[in-house]
Structure formats: C-alpha cells, structure tokens
C-alpha cells in the first residue's frame, strides 16, 4: 500500500490513541466507542479495533484502516451487548503493517480474559521479551501490549492491582495504557505521563480517552487527566485511584501541543489552541518579519499562523488550499508526474500571494522534502518573498518513545544548520521557535515537559541511543 | 449506503466535474486525468470514470466510489498508450446511484466511437428523450449524456461539427461537456455559460477542466475560459473554435463562487477566493455585529469569515474543529447517540468561545438542521451570543440546471421569513447577504450570473415549473 | 482473472443459459429466479444477472462472478415485490469480459423498459448494426440483446408482438431468447431451435428455462419445449402461442447433448443422461478394445463410459480423480511448476489402473492438449494400454452459433487426421463416435440437428465463412 | 456466512490438512504448498495459510477461504526466497470462525521462530492450557497449536528435540503436526498415529503431506507413512527419524477411508479406494436386496456403489446428479423455498430412476436430515423402491479426536435403532455395513484402528466423556 499522503508524509506521526468506556447507564458502549475512535482518527490510521466486556467473556473486532472502514453495522451488532469497551486505533512504525498487531490485544490468561490498549513505546521492551523468553514465553505480535499481557499473567498470584503495579515497575518507557477484564476498566499512565489520558464521564458511565476531543464527539463530560503513575480502575463498584511512586519531574511529550493532539483537546491543564496561537505570538517576537502576508500550512500551521498575525499585525490570510478528499490508496505518481511538479495536495492560492512578501507558517520540519515543494510553489504562484517560520524548535533527536522519527541522515535538522536548512528549502528567512519560547506556551499546565527530540534529553535513559 | 456526511449534508451539491487532454508531447493522459480528477473530487463524490482514445479505439474504466477508490495501478495500465483522455467525477441527483449512470459515456455509432462527459442539467431531456423514443431510440441509462449522443448520432451525416452544433441547437440547460472520438477531443459550453469549463495547455498539450485548480494539479497554465455557446475542436491539427450564437444576457451560476468551487479556482475572470472574501466584507457592512470574535464553518465558511473579519475589525479565530477523517461508509447512528447529540464532525473550541459574543459566517443554509445544530453547540460551549451570518442571499427556489436542491417544505429559506428562520436555528442574529452585495462580489467577470435559486429568476424557461 | 480452470480449459464452451418466471401464486420470483440460475450455472460462469418487473417499472441487478457471487441477500433484497423476473448467466466469447456486457439488458424506448435475456449468437449481428447505426442507432454493449432491443424498438409501433415477428424474419442465427416488459414474459426460440428453451410450472405459475434441469431446481413442473420460431407470450390473461413460419428442417445443437447440457436435462423429447449412455454403447460397437478397465474423464465422461462399459462387458471403474475445489481466481502456476507436470485437477488412481489395458472415454476433443496430458498421466500411473474413445466425431469446424470455438490451426481435428491425433496424444488407440451414431443417441426426439463442427454444413448459411 | 453447502452439511467432517516441504532442488517452496495445500482442500475450507523459512526469519500469510480465494500472486511474491514451507487447511469446529484461530500459528520464542500447523485434537487441551496458564502463560487463540508452542518453548533449554519429545509425552489425543524453525521441518505423529501423515520426496527435497494425493498434485513420490509416534526431523544435513514409545495398538481413524480422505490417497498402506470398493462388496454381501439398480450419493457414495454393483451384480448407475458450482456464499433460502423442496445440489435423474427398484449408497449418516431428502426425491422421480445402504456402521458416539460431530440428540445413530432411522428416512430397508466388515476394508495396513464413533470405545482414555 502506499501512503495515503504521498506528498505531505513528512511530519513525525503519532502511534497510537486509546477510549474506554465502563457503562453505568444502559450506554451502547460499542458505538460510543466507535465515535470516540473517529475522533481519535488524528493519532492513527492504519488500523482500528475494539473488545467489548459483558462481565463473562471479551469479544473484539480489529482490523485494517480508517474506523468506519473496519466497522460497518454488521461487525459492530457482533459486539452488541457489552458493559465495558475499549478500542484503539494505530499508526505503524518501522513498516510494520501487519493485521496482527492490531490492538487492543486479547488474551486468556489464569484469571481469564484481559484486553489491552497501547499508546506509547516502551525503551526496554526488547529486554523484557527476552527476560520473559527465558521464562517460557511466546510471542505472536510485535506490539508491547503483549510483554505487558504476559507480565501481569505472570504476577497474578499477587491480584491484577498488585500484578499491575509490579508490572509497571518493570516498564520503562511511554504508556496511556487501557486494560479490561471481564468486569473491570483499568486505565494507567506512564510514571513521567509522557503520553495523555484523561477521563470523562456521561451520565454515571465513566470515560477515558487520549484526548478531550474525544469526550466531545461522544457528549462526555471532562473530569480530570489520569496522573503520571496513576492507576484509576473502574467496576460496578465505582471508581478507584491507585497513586504509584514517580519521579520529582514528569515528561509529557510537548509534541503533542505542536502537532498530534486535535486543536480542540486540552492536555493536562493546556488548550492545544492557545499553546499554538501562543506558539505563532511568541514566534513574532522571536522572528519577526517585514511581510505583508501570513499564512498557514493547512490544518496544522494554521492557528500559530493566526497568532503570529495577531502579535505581528501583518494580516492573516489563506495562501495554501488543500485538497480534502483522501482515499485510502493512491497510485504511485510516475516519474514524469513527480519531476512535472504535481500539485495534488496542496495548491497557493494565486491571487492572494502573488506580489507579497510572505509569512508562511509551519509547526515543524522533518525531512524538508514538502517545505522546499511549498516554498518553490509560493514563488511559482508569484510570492514575492517568502519567510518561513515554524512554531517549534527544531527536530534534532530521535524519539524512543512511540514517535515515528526518519533516522538522522533524513533528520534535516539533525544535519544542518538553520542558515543551511533555509538554504535548502529556499526559503528568504528562517526562524525556529526557541525552547523556552515553546515552554512558554505550555505555561500554566501542572507538568514538566519531555523536549527529548529538540535537546537530546530524556526523562528516562536510554540505553543504547544511538548517535 | 450511508451518506458519506451524514452531519454535514445540509447543502446544496454539484452534479459533477470534467476534464479532458489531448496530447502532443508524449505525456501519460490517464495518468494526468487522474490527477485532473482528483483536483476536482469536491464536484462529485459518487462515481469517476476515465475513456482514453488512441487513434483507432476508446477504452474505458468506471466505477462507483472517489478518484483514488475507483483507479488503481492496474486499472489505470488498461488505460495506457492512449493520446486522448476525458474524465468526470460524478454527484447523483434524485437517489440514482447506480452504476449504469457512471460517466464518461462510450457508445459506438455510425462513424465509430464516441465518449461524453457532461456537467450540468437539460431542462429538456425528458422531452428530446421522448423525441428520440419515438423515432425508435432506446435508453440504457438516465444521464443526459445518453440524449447527447443520440441526438449526435442522428445528425452525423452532416459531419460531427455541424451534428454538434444541431444537437445544441436542440439542448435547453446547462452544459459543460466533454466529447471524444478515436482523435478529437471537443469541448462544448452551453449558450448561457451556466457551468464551468476552462481551457489550459502543459507544453503543446491542450487540456480542459471544470475548474482552473484542475490546471495547476497537473502543473498546466490557464489559456482562457470556454465561452458560452463555443465548440472547441481540438486534434492533430490544432485547436480550432466554433462560436455559435448565444444570448444578449449569459447566466453562470453563482452558487460556484459560494460554495461549488473550490477556494483556488479561477472561474470567468473571478477568483473564487476573491469572490468569497468580498462576500465576507460586504456581508459585514449589510449586516454589522457588536461580537468579539468572527469564526467561520469550515471549510467552506472560514474566507468569507476573514473578511467578516477584515471590515469589521473584529478578530477572527477558529472556533469550530472539523474532523478531517472521512471513510467512505459511516454507521447510521442510533437513536440514542443522535439525541446524546454527538458531535462527530464538528466540534466547538470551548477555549475559544466562551464568554464570548460571537459572529459565525457560513456560505449558506439550506435545510437549517445543520445550522441549528452549530448554534446549540456554540452556545453549549460557551458562547454569550451567536450571530449569524450567511454569505449569500436566502436560497428560496430550486435550481433546474443539475443542483440537487430539496423541495420546498425542506428548503427553510422558501417557507420562513428571515426572523422566523433567526429564531428556529436559535440564533442571537442572523443577516444574509443581499443579491446586490452577492453581484457586487462578482464584478469584474465579463459574464451574467443565474441567480435562479434566489429570485425564481431564470435565464432559461422552465416549464412545468412547480411552484 | 485466470482461467477458473487452467488445466482442463480444453473444452467447446456455451455462451449462456436464460430463465424467467411469471408468477400467478404469490411466488419470491428473484429467488426462483437465483436457484433457476444457479441449476443453469454450468452454461456460463462469467456474469449473471437478474431483471423483475412489477406492472410499473423495472429493475435489476447484475455484476461478475457465479450466481451466488453476484447476488447476496441484500441485492436480492433490490429485487422484492416483483410479479416477473428473467435472468441470465453468461460464458464470454471473443475474451470479452466487460461487465456492460452482462445480460439481462435492460431498456427504455417509446413503450416503457424491456429486458432481455438472450442465449446463441446472431450472424448478421455486424449487418443489422451496421443498418441500425445508419438509422441513428447508438450501442453501448457488444451483446446481440442490443441490437435485438433496437429492432424491436423500431418496429414497435405495429404493436410488440408484431415487432417481435418482423424482428425475427431480420434475424439470422441462433436464439433461445426471454423478453420482459412492465407487465409481460415472452420466450422466443429462433427458427431452427438451435438454442434449447423449455417451457414449465410451478402452480399457476409459468417458468421458462434453458434446460428443465432448472425446473427441477425449483421443483417445477416441466410442459413442452419451445418450439422453433415459436413466440410465447405470458400475462395476466395467461398464456398465448404464436407460431411463425419454419424452414422444414430444424437444427438444433448436438453438442448439447455430448457436453453442454446437464445430465439430468431433458432437451426437446430426449433424455441427455439416455442420449450420453446410447452414445458410449454405440462407440463401443463401433470400436471395441481388448482392455480390462473402462474409465471416464470426470464429470462429462462418465456417463458414456458407463454405457461402454455396459455394452463391451468391460467393467467400469473410477480411475480418475477430480479436484472439486475450483476458486474464481487461480495463481497462473510458473513454468517450473508446469513442466514438473503438476496434477492439480485431476489425479489416477494407481491402485486401479495400474498394470491394466484402459479404455477411457472423454465427450470431445478440441484442442487436445488435456488428452495428451490425460494419456502421459495415466501412463505415469501404470496402466498398460490407453485407448481413447470420444463420444462424438471430430470437432473440426468452427461454430458461428454461440459456441467458443478454437481457431483453425488450434483445433486438432481440424488439422489431423484420427491416426495422427492418436500419435499426438500418445494413445495406444482412439476411436471417435461416427456422426451416424451420434444421430442415433437422439433418434425420438421431433428435430433435426446441426452438425455443423463436424460437418461444416449448418442450418443457415454464413456469409463469410473462412475456410 | 452461511455454509457453503446448506443442503448437503450432513456429514462428519475434518478438522484440517497439513503440507511441508524442504527444498534441497532450487524449488519455490511457497508455490509448491499452494498446490500441495489445495489437493487436501477437502480437509478444510474455512481457512488457509502458508509460512516459509529462509534461514534467517519466518514469515507468513493466511486468511479465510479456499487456499485460491487466500492467496493471489501478490501475497505469493511476499512469500518467495524461501528454503522450507509449512502450510494448512482449516474446519472450524464450535462455530470458531475466527481469523485469529487460522494456521499456521507463527512465534517468537527463546531460541528464534517457530511455526506449527497441526491436524488433530488434544483431550487434554484444557488441562495443558490450564497448567499453562497457572505457570504465566497468555493465550491469544483456541487452537492446539498455541499450546504445543508454549510447551515446546518451556522445554527448550533441554534442546528442541528433547522437547518435542517431552513435549509429546504430555500431549495426549490426536495430531498430525508441522513444525519449522528457521531452517529446519519437524513432522511428528501422535503415538496412535490417530490422524494421517505421510512423507515423500521431490528431487532432493522432502515433502509431508496428511495425504498422498498431495504428492501427487505436485509430482512428489510417496516414500513412506511417518510412524506413531515418530519424529522426522528434516534440516540441511538430510533427514533424521527419531520413534518415540508408543502403546502396543495404535489408532488410525478408519473415518478416513468412509468419508475423509481424498479417493486417490493411500493411507498406511491402504488405498482408500479399495477400501471404499471393498465397503460396498461387503456391504452388498451383509445386506443384500433385491433390485433394478444401485446408485451412489455423490460425490463420496460412489466409489462403495461401484463396489455394491459389482458383487452383487445389479447394474450400476447415475440417479442422482449434483450440482458442481458452489460458491463461497449462498441466499438463505426462504421458508417457502424449503418447504417447496428446492434441489439445489442434488437431482434425481427421472429417466434412470423411474419404475426402479434402487439401491442407494451413501457411505454414513449423521443427522439423517439429508437422507430423508434424498429418499423422497428418488420417489418423486418414480422409484418404486429405496433401499438404502450405508458402507459404514452407524454413527452413535462422539469424536473428541478433531472430527465435528453433532450433539447426541442430532446424531440420529446415537438415538434411534436401525428399524427406526429406516422409518424415518422413508426407505424401504435401510442396512448398514458392519464393524467386521468395515475393519475388512482395511486389512492389510500394518496398524490398528480408532472406532470410537461407532463404538464408543477411543485408543485415549477420554476423562469427562459426556454421555
């Protein structure tokens, strides 16, 4: 298959997003979660899966490609019935697409049935496959929720609060983790929270979601973001709150505010809007420009590029239309059409650059491969000149934590200067939001940031990291 | 099946998009219509269809679904080798989804072979159809292209020039049309220029599209439009042009500048983006607002809302989210999800709103449940006011000429003055932009505008017009 | 698509097998329809397709694939309330396998909508084409239901079933063909009955169908056969005969009853279960064996085989094995693979041939490349001596009636004489059935025979004959 | 999805087929256990899958389906560059359709990959999943395959011949097993050897089978049965057999020659069509009747009919004819249409059966429902009597060795007497072939036999026996 967006690929992607329901209230759960999968859309598209728990056994559908692609009537009337829900939708790394590491996972273990659902990656799964290996274990996936599965199947003995605790002693990585027994909806975060989880509630059913937008979509209230190394279990009985131990500081992926979160989420205390608007504002100042003329590279680029204007007070404007209809393949454009210089995607609105001297708005740069293809394509459309301004610092380091990062050669960041970047992409200037421009937009939520891919320092160590 | 949108649908919609090269420079014609169509896929969503002739034969591949759904690797190799293509993407109108009404049309005749791809309506068909029946044509289809071809048929003894010229001395409606034969390709705008349809070249290659963002897909430069009542002949020997006689007044439809085209088209001499802006700033000056904040409906409120925005000096800002994942099917949400009143496609930014008095511009209203909907959500989010703004004139009549536009006890705007629709919708305020304002947007085009939708008005006799 | 059948392929193939009912009993007439087909299925595997009438309109539904392929409950469900129905199942000629070539057509012309169902092939089809393209006829298919639905169309005005009669004295060549309008079935057999077409029951209900094997499927009662040049007309007043003017010999296909029809078909007064067993003891009259085993090719063998078994005194016994599996698509097996000789359809069973003198019995040969692959086979399993009796003479001219014919210089007995084909497939002897004895497996029935692939001499006269 | 075959599911069937090769020849090992899997298609049409070893990794492809509906040239390509293949046919019983049930089961454990396809049925599946489990283990599906997987991977530190043999001796029940590792193939045969499995060879390279009619397919020659019992371990260094201990009687499933296996196979020795020819001579001396003709149920009645008609010397023939195209979905037929008594797969054939005594063989019955069809359509086509024979004893016990058998109160043979199913299934005597006889059948192979179902009386103590 080839990519769905074959001239735009060149952003960092997302893994995965993860929505649970525990229904208190009559609910369908299975199709409020199939509409809070929809939502989560953004995090992942290659595949889309969701167990459903009626207090005896689990039964799940999964497979590959958009939500309502994998769900039709039929398949969702096989998971009518349930009282708990769990879904999940993905985006693959290292080109591994197989339907078989689709989630959520479901395994019989000793105590029954268990569904998990992943965001995250953890740094020392590889190891803890092996330690398990060497007790015995079998695999049949690639994905981390089966060494978790087969941890907690491990530490039974001790009950599934206690299994699960140990079990998150021994994982060291990112993990907004769902997990669903017979009767039971557990949701956990990573120690740092370096991925988000919140939880919600409709009626006196309660809700957990990657993200607020998804509560939107299925009319759920917004309660509070699940804590790092919380473990919040829910069953017939209510809720419950487990608080594991966690380091002084904790490490949310600040790339979630620059570019995978929805622009109508809020993230542990942070409107993902007002940290970009605020990003485009604070870039103003950084960068400033002589322009006539802001814009934003659609969807993302878009609210930074309202607040650089509004900071800067040169006018906003659309410069870039984008073409809204995305199947799910797309024929390889032939060399003759690549070279010709097609504009499927993406195309400058004539009328309104030509003559102008351009602020052009981006959340980030990866490969630098669509930048130079924008850039170039505002200068054909008769922009005037053309300063390209990101809203992030730039990406210099890999991510080990479920962030699909090309390695550092196809790093343009990694490689090169900013002068040499600009360079490159043919821009007339370039300006990188600083880090501490960025920290000021985040200002206000309880948390401390993981900003491992512009300084090369995590939270967690990382064995091996490459150079 | 589901409608793709089904939260969305209160619009008018296009019946369909063509496009058409004939090549002199080696290129991929199948490859470039493809492109072609892809660039016009917001005219039609149903069906896409391309025929490629060769100078001996024409082949054909069509099929139900979008551009990238219908085309793959292998269908477009059974289109290889080809000089000439047409293509269309296609919106059906009364229910008629089928297959057999997929186009372009291939039918072979007395001196070969024949494709058609047409954009638009005849008020006439039923009657040149009966016409044709009783001189013993037989249909297999019910697209107006079927009418086209027998008419040609039956006065090609004349030659094909004069047959075309006879069919359209015959045809009262709307057409933009596509002809091919084994080495012509023939491009044919109705008497009053109701549709769309722009030449344009890539090298010495001519092509033809619906819309000039077609062109700039495919990386062609725009030569001009196709004039009303003109027959483009386009072969080995160049491009020649029959002007037939038209009109004092010509009657493009204004509802393209609205809503159909796309924002970077070019249509007659005036910027779609242009048009739509101005529509925001005269919209401001009609209807002023005392607000603190201008949002548009995405997509395709958001350039009249920058210019709402521009003339009154009110901030603009993002205050609604769309959800850019659309399969191709969707559930038919349950009763109980429709009254938990789930926010699938859009979703109001809380942040944004709240508190706030606001202006929302959309491009029209049609049924008015879309537009209620918003409302409740603005306000449910927050917002202290809600003014609405349309950015054109109340849509009150239906359109003959190839919109599929819901009859009158639907259409809000036929049975409610405009306080009445103001308090159904539940808005604070609402102003429409007047005909004279929506004219104004437009000037500077060489052309007349059907304003039929709004005035009842229309340039050509409909009879049999229900009231 | 390969071939369903890529090792046994080497077989004449029938073009089509149509049925119809007129329901009088509150009959699911798409469903009786669907098993009709299903029973007929072996007469065409390429499409099929389902037209009903409901006294207003008609509609239908149709698509590639085996029968259960293309219809499924709901397609079916398209079809509900329908008062007639005619379907059509489709063997493709001249590899044209376009999906606008399925059958039932249906059309719109001056009365209404007609469908139609049409088994055999025309010869002047190119002449009245060519006559109706000269009027202003426009085609859209390649099928001879077009060309039959514009004669009709044009000769409608006296009336449709005075239409239908000088529609016939136009038509040349072979059809057994189902029409049906609004409110009316009509089965039209051509003059010499070339195309089987039988007439049957179901209470009050009248069905028509190539082969009364269909009426068994749907426990109706079999009444006469059509007769040739016979046009019945069925409507709520019952059910009319008209009977236009035969030449004095009919000549209907042989090859039915050697290979095309089911076993337990009876086809114009004569069993082809008797017909296949009469022609397996006649052959063994004319060319006994010394042998210890008489085998059949599976399926269409087996019945012959039986009878020679019978009238030679030689047991009869299975000595080979057929893979029943067939899937509608088949990988195309590498050249390795196919020298290596794989087996894949049919296997020997060496228990039972080995060490013994075989007389093995297959209904035809065309090509025979599967004969000599059958011979080696049976060889590589033991057997001692393989002699090969064909229950029909030597296919040696092309049919111009339907049937898919090999090219000349592909058609072995075209090319060779008995002794050569026997040295080609590696036989220790072969005998054909002389044509003389094929007359006597269908003596009783009324008709008369077209010989014309063993003979060259047809019915009709074909213009243009290649020698 | 309905079965495939909603008017003929009356039988006992199979749980699966296995097909392995080495490859020592250059052979495309992938393209090999296409065709080697689609000889043994008759073992199981649910599912397919293929996995092939180069060495270094295993990968892997299966789906639901035909083995041809699974795999298509593009899937085969992802499986090229392989040395050694595993493959499987799937039935599911318990209505377990899933994808995730189908096999190969490929993992990844201590010492690499480990691929498994197995034929069989453990008894103690449960308690070794249960003992499993309470040591840590997580199971992902229901297959047996996973536990065996589990087991061999917690003995592996003994080296992986030890534990498949330790992993054997807790293995108890039925298995015909497939192993590869990366560069090695392990076949092993449960200690009664309840399922078959035989070894042969292409050139250089081994092959293993569950029939011989997959050497066949693929031109391999039959070397031998693996043993009960026995270990054959095939790697680049040739070919190594390792004999477990086994019990003084083992326990062929004599099924295999009723109904299971293909005609053409041989099976420990004997050949399954002598012992089906041999079913109907014993049959035709225990039971002898007094008739005009003998016919066989096709497809598997035939072979016994054959023997039936020549010991008892009444002729043979074809009554009953069956329709050959059976797609992968079928309608549910109406109430009406049943009760109509639609024949859909099966016909009588009037001419052959009209005023005769018959003798009808089927080799068992299971639910009786199809039997009763069959009579009464025999009659209707004006048989005078039914005497029907069975080359099998009655079927009155469960299998719990893989073989999908009713609930008592659905096994006819189970509740009633002899006298009583004649009654029920409207025949005029009703005999079936005794257990001597049937042991007769098969004298002459080296092994013993499991009777299980006709006895009650397993070779494996079966804990928990329902009764």
Redesign the interface.
Known sequence: MYPRDPFLADKLNEECGVFGIFDQDG??VE??T??GL??L??RG?ESAGIAVADGHTIRYHKGR?????V???DT?DTLKGGKIAIGHVRYPTCGDTS?YNAQP??????KGF?ALAHNGNLVNANAL?TEL????????TSVDS?VI??LI??HIDEGLETAIQNTMSKLRGAYALLLMTEDKLIAVRDLYGMRPLALGR?GHSYVVASES?AF????AEFIRDVKPGEIIIISQDGLRSIQTPVPLKSGLCVFEFIYFA???S?IDGV?V??ARKEAGKILAAEHPADADLVIGVP?SG??AA?GYA?ASGI????GL?K????????????Q??RE?????KL??????VKGKRIVMIDDSIVRGTTSKKIVEMLRLAGAREVHMRISSPPVRFPCYFGIDTPTKEHLIGARYSVEEICRIIGADSLGYLSIEGLLKTVEGSGCDFCLGCFSGEYPIAVEGKAE
Chains 1, 2, 3, 4 share one sequence.
Do not use: M, W
């Open positions: 609910l369908a199709e409020i199939y509409y929809y939502a859309q953004h598209q490609g958009l939500v309502p692609e769900f039709d009537e969702l339907l996972l479901v395994i019989k273990y000793k268990l496959r290996e060497e007790a015995g274990a079998v695999f049949q089966e599965a087969n199947a491990r409709i937008c939107d979509a299925v009319d929805r622009t109508d809020t409107s809007y007002t969807d878009t609210t309202l509004e006018p906003f404007g659309e239309i073409n809204r209809y995305v199947g799910r393949t797309f024929i390889k454009p032939s003759a059409i010709q210089g097609v504009r499927i195309n400058a609105l004539r009328k309104i």
